[in-house]
């Protein structure tokens, strides 16, 4: 697999002074204008709006597009790992690729409508002839994990000390040194975990939502500012973390409930999507078989549905990924150990994902000792769920009789797949049982002994089977 080509830069705008710029015929637009008219345009094109967003398509999304094209400022609520600051980035796409902005300014005021003392001076002085500078679109776009040390001097601004030292009036607006949102005027502020944020520096966010304006200590500062501000929050942070401030939520124009994927599809996608597994520099090399991505999918879906788990913390998206980079992982270690190429996922594999991943989930109290055990259980409830979906109608009978005569196959974690397929031998009817399990190409053995080990274990898990594990290795054999 090559590398994809390297994107080239993109080319600069050339106007460079504001006579130039007028010249051009260059419109100015609001931040929410260029929004909207950029999400009509891809809605009436057919083009992907949120690229890499899965699982939202007919539920969140038609409410963030609503929100924006009502110019409204939103929060998105959601358990953790629903792809709520992803979604927030992919907005970002949606503005104009370059803007113009007066060249300096510290609030990248446009030149046709300065705001700041500084750049309306510089028109009034310079005329046509003000610089004028570009910003690209992932330049617009601010971001904000909100903690309990989070200050209004971080947000909105506070007087710089060192302006004052240099000569400036204590009152002159142009000693203060503004925070994150002004310097983000004409683009996107996001405020991650909103409810983590004091109550008193949520206070501060009120005149951006409202009025539109900033306030610095005993300032008056009329700062038309012109931004989406997206905030992002757990239901439960209502009650328990913290909250947002009712004046605050009232000025919020929209409400978004995010979600886990509903469909088994989805969460496939989304695992294959976010998963670093294949090629790439910090690619997790293994080939990672469909029937164990289905597993591992199931698992993350009955922990969220097990009355074990404390499904008010939730179960993230990044659990499943995490345990998918890990079955991957283990495969790695295999072939590195036994000299088994390529790295192919097995069975064998899974349960390496228990110990990794226990600390992703939050258990009732109840359930206090027993974490693994609930993991490992869930786990093989997995196993056989996918073994039924995929197997379920497969005639195995060949491979239930293979065991008659007492025979007991071997295989592990540390079971190089050719081993496996020796101690196994021929298989009457093992194409069709590689092609439901979604193995079809089989050119190399680790792809062969992943589909034998997988109707190994599920006939294990219907009691077909038995199952005895020794030291490092694991024996199948007739009941």
Request: aromatic share 4%; net charge negative; proline share 6%.
């Amino acid at each position: 697999m090559t590398p994809d080509p390297v994107t080239p830069a993109p080319a600069t705008p050339t106007p460079t002074t504001l006579g130039q710029l007028r010249a051009s015929g260059h419109q100015h637009r609001s931040v929410k204008a260029e929004l909207r008219d950029n999400l009509l345009a891809r809605m009436r094109d057919g083009a992907d709006r949120f690229p890499g967003i899965v699982g939202f398509d007919d539920t969140v999304l038609p409410q963030v597009e609503r929100a924006v094209l009502a110019g409204h400022d939103f929060v998105l609520l959601g358990e953790r790992g629903q792809g709520k600051t992803r979604l927030i980035r992919t907005l970002v796409q949606l503005l104009d690729e370059w803007t113009p902005v007066i060249a300096g300014c510290e609030i990248n005021d446009h030149p046709y409508e300065p705001v700041c003392v500084r750049c309306r001076r510089l028109v009034a002085e310079h005329g046509d002839e003000t610089p004028v500078g570009w910003k690209h679109r992932d330049e617009r776009y601010a971001e904000k994990l909100a903690t309990p040390d989070v200050s209004v001097g971080d947000l909105i601004g506070d007087v710089d000390p060192i302006k004052v030292a240099e000569g400036r009036v204590l009152g002159d607006p142009e000693t203060v040194h503004y925070g994150l949102v002004p310097r983000t005027n004409r683009g996107i502020v996001a405020v991650n975990e909103l409810p983590d944020l004091a109550e008193r520096i949520q206070v501060a966010l009120l005149n951006v939502l409202e009025e539109r304006d900033v306030q610095v200590r005993g300032y008056t500062l009329r700062l038309p500012l012109d931004v989406l501000l997206v905030a992002s929050a757990n239901p439960e942070d209502y009650t328990n973390r913290g909250r947002i401030i009712t004046p605050l939520k009232d000025r919020f124009g929209a409400e978004v409930r995010t979600h886990y994927p509903i469909d088994l599809d989805d969460e496939l996608r989304l695992i294959r999507q976010e998963a670093v597994v294949g090629w790439g520099v910090d690619a997790v090399s293994a080939m990672l078989p469909d029937h164990l991505v289905e597993i591992v999918a199931r698992f993350a879906r009955h922990l969220r549905e097990s009355p074990a788990v404390d499904q008010r913390s939730g179960v993230s998206a990044r659990f499943a990924v995490a345990a998918a980079e890990t079955v991957a992982a283990s495969a790695v270690r295999r072939s590195a150990l036994t000299g088994e190429e390529p790295a192919v996922a097995r069975v064998a594999d899974l349960p390496s994902v228990v110990p990794a991943v226990q600390g992703k989930v939050e258990f009732e109290a109840s359930e206090e000792g027993r974490e693994s055990e609930v993991l490992e259980h869930l786990l093989r409830r997995s196993v056989a769920d996918t073994f039924r979906a995929r197997l379920g109608g497969v005639d195995l009978n060949t491979l239930v009789n293979r065991f008659e005569d007492g025979s007991v196959v071997e295989t592990g974690e540390l079971v190089p797949a050719a081993e496996l397929l020796d101690s196994i031998g021929p298989i009457e009817g093992l194409a069709k049982l590689l092609s439901a399990a979604g193995i079809d190409d089989v050119d190399t053995p680790g792809l062969a002994a992943a589909g034998v080990e997988f109707a190994l274990e599920g006939l294990y898990l219907l009691r077909r089977l038995s199952k005895e594990s020794v030291d490092d290795r694991v024996l199948y054999g007739s009941r």
